[in-house]
């Protein structure tokens, strides 16, 4: 019985590397950084990012799904669905009081996600998600997060910190990490987009980014760990968001990292939805869920 059982489980790992297969240790990083509009972008000051973007692929017209309203976008980051396949229409959605179930689900109910994805696929994943706005985490299933923290009062700096630790920690491990910060949002809805405090808010978190990308340099950890920059949706100056326009609807979107091609602005079509496919490739995964809907921009891979 001991040989049977070491044979299939040898046949599971085997299964599971033709799946995803993909040479190395894959790392992704994504900092979501929630409310980003494009004008911001460009009006602020952000050296770090500068200094991170510069080596990849930049979009400055990415498209929101709509409505381009946080919850929406952010599940349809990271499951490569539309609001017509997740389901999640607005920012009150919950598994058990929504309007129309997922097109798919997993056993729980909920749209399978890039994490869902990485654990059935990529042996000894690891994936961290930290998060400071409370229902954020509705959409996902908190079983394929092997870490999650929450952070109160939109402060980001305790979760930088650990999500920092944790890819230290599973430095040999396959890792997927989301930190995201709200605070740039609702200083566009306290004080209006594009106000001084607005971009005070952009240039802040700069800071922290670029403290977290030191300290990962000095591991020797940045030249392996693919980053990807992606928000929810823009803001106008009168009435905010969850409209459609230009302001709203187009949105910052940036990837750097092995693999990806260096000073290049992305002038093909992007979307939101893209986002959970490319972090699929770059982990080597085969088998994508048939109710995604998200590409890979051609042009963003070293060929």
């Known amino acids: 019985m001991k040989i049977i059982a070491r044979i299939v489980l040898i046949l599971v790992l085997l299964i599971s590397f033709s799946r995803c297969k993909k040479q190395g240790t894959p790392r992704v990083v994504i900092i979501g950084i929630d409310g980003l509009s494009v004008e911001g ?19 400055l017209n990415t ?11 952010w599940t349809s980051h990271l499951t490569s669905g539309g609001p017509e396949q997740h389901g999640v229409t607005s920012n009150g959605w919950k598994l058990d009081k929504h309007g129309f179930d997922p097109i798919e689900q997993d056993k729980d109910g909920y749209y399978p996600s890039i994490f869902k994805i990485l654990k059935e696929q990529v042996p000894s994943v690891k994936t961290g998600y930290y998060y400071n706005w409370g229902n954020l985490i509705n959409s996902m299933n908190k079983e394929y997060l092997d870490e999650y923290s929450f952070e109160e009062n939109d402060k980001y700096t305790s979760n930088y910190q650990k999500s920092y630790d944790f890819i230290v920690e599973n430095r040999m491990n396959p890792t997927l990490v989301f930190l995201y910060s709200v605070h740039v949002d609702h200083a566009g809805h306290n004080y209006k987009w594009m ?11 700069d800071v922290e980014i670029g403290k977290f990308i030191k300290k990962l340099k000095g591991d020797n950890l940045y030249e392996s760990t693919n980053f990807l920059l992606i928000t929810d949706h823009g803001g106008t100056r009168t009435s905010g968001h969850g409209g459609l326009s230009k302001e709203e609807m187009e949105v910052p979107w940036a990837i750097t990292g092995p693999g990806i091609v260096k000073g290049k ?23 994508i869920p048939t109710s995604w809907i998200g590409n890979i921009p051609s042009s963003i891979f070293e060929k």
């Open 195 to 205: 106000s001084p405090e607005y971009i005070v808010s952009i240039e802040e978190i």
């Open 63 to 73: 498209r929101t799904v709509m409505p381009s309203v946080t919850l929406p976008n």
């Open 41 to 59: 972008f460009e009006k602020s000051k952000h050296p770090n990012l500068d200094q991170l973007i510069k080596d990849g692929v930049l979009s």
């Open 265 to 287: 602005v992305l002038l093909e079509p992007n979307s939101n939805a893209n986002t959970a496919r490319v972090i699929a490739e770059i982990f080597g995964c085969k088998e």
